[in-house]
């Protein structure tokens, strides 16, 4: 199995998560898992309840699901831990607003611990912000194996590690994948428009290629086709979110480029794909 390997290739590494970190994880975890070494330091997962404990309810995801989910649990009769890749509930319907600055990307975003207080202090309810990489409902004791998300950038890495938590209850709220329905080089050149930091790379690169091709002609290092590739905004699919961003684009165009890019305002296009049609908003 892929996470006991990683299991096996995290204590082998010399990157091991600090003692801080350790220490701030061990006491709801437990040390006698059959995944590590019985003297392994190291947590391993949430153990099974004990019939004096609250029934554990594990969330699998952040979205529109899990938070609204929990946000109804009793904690006076559950523990809730959640668990998610990401810290923060995404408002997806205001998402596209966000890219052109017609809203702050805070405005969109609300903490899990917000929703649900009780992961923050309850003694049994928890958030990990990790991957869920398996579900075991074969066990007597059943449980989802789980790996750290973790910052692999920079010269400090830390990498990920696996641990497992046993459930009582599961509820499986991780959305879909977007789908590229195909269409080769989307996952390379294009940015998708799902999450807070998508919105954040739309937003900085429509900048970007505004100031560069502000720049007066003659200090200008690429030509006049250069400039307009530059301002072609291209949305592949004309579903609800495609049309809603393409509509947040256009408004930002004749609103904010015309007044405060105007040397550039008649460079700035929006091609709008969908299926065989095409469609200019200009
Ligand atoms: C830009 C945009 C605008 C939209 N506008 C509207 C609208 O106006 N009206 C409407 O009804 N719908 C809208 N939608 C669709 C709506 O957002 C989705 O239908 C909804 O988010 C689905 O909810 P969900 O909880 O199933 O999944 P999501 O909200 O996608 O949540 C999935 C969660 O699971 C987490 N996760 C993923 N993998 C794992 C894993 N392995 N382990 C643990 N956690 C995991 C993710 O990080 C995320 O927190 C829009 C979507 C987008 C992108």
């Known amino acids: 199995m892929s996470w006991r390997r990683t299991l096996?290739?995290?204590f082998s590494t010399s990157t091991r998560p600090s003692n801080s970190i350790r220490r701030s994880l061990a006491p709801p975890f437990s040390f006698s898992s059959h995944f590590s070494s019985a003297t392994s330091p190291f947590p391993s997962g949430l153990d099974p309840?004990?019939?004096?404990?609250?029934?554990?309810?594990?969330?699998?995801?952040s979205g529109w699901a899990g938070c609204r989910l929990m946000k109804?649990?009793?904690?006076s009769i559950y523990d809730v831990v959640c668990i998610s890749p990401r810290n923060h509930m995404v408002f997806t319907p205001l998402l596209a607003s966000t890219c052109v600055g017609t809203l702050e990307f805070r405005s969109v975003a609300e903490p899990i611990?917000?929703?649900?207080?009780?992961?923050?202090?309850a003694p049994g309810s928890f958030f990990f912000l990790a991957h869920c990489r398996g579900i075991d409902t074969e066990k007597h004791v059943m449980e989802v194996h789980c790996e750290t998300v973790?910052?692999?950038?920079g010269s400090n890495i830390l990498e990920p590690w696996p641990f497992q938590v046993s459930y009582d209850k599961l509820v499986i709220a991780s959305g879909a994948e977007a789908s590229t329905f195909g269409i080769h080089g989307v996952k390379e050149h294009a940015i998708f428009l799902r999450e807070v930091s998508h919105a954040q790379e739309i937003r900085r690169k429509l900048?970007?290629?505004?100031?560069?091709?502000?720049?007066?002609?003659?200090?200008?290092?690429?030509?006049e086709e250069e400039k307009s590739r530059l301002?072609?905004?291209?949305?592949?699919?004309?579903?609800?979110?495609?049309?809603?961003?393409?509509g947040e684009l256009s408004d930002f165009i004749i609103r904010d480029v015309h007044e405060r890019y105007s040397h550039v305002?008649?460079?700035i296009n929006v091609t709008l794909i969908e299926d065989s049609r095409m469609t200019i908003l200009k």
């Open 150 to 153: 973790t910052d692999a950038s």
């Open 113 to 121: 611990a917000r929703i649900q207080p009780a992961i923050s202090h």
């Open 231 to 246: 301002l072609h905004c291209v949305v592949v699919g004309g579903g609800p979110t495609g049309v809603e961003f393409s």
């Open 8 to 10: 096996t290739i995290f």
């Open 72 to 75: 109804g649990i009793d904690t």
């Open 49 to 61: 309840t004990k019939t004096s404990d609250k029934p554990r309810v594990v969330v699998l995801g």
């Open 265 to 267: 305002k008649d460079y």
């Open 207 to 223: 900048l970007l290629n505004l100031m560069l091709s502000d720049v007066p002609e003659k200090l200008c290092a690429f030509s």
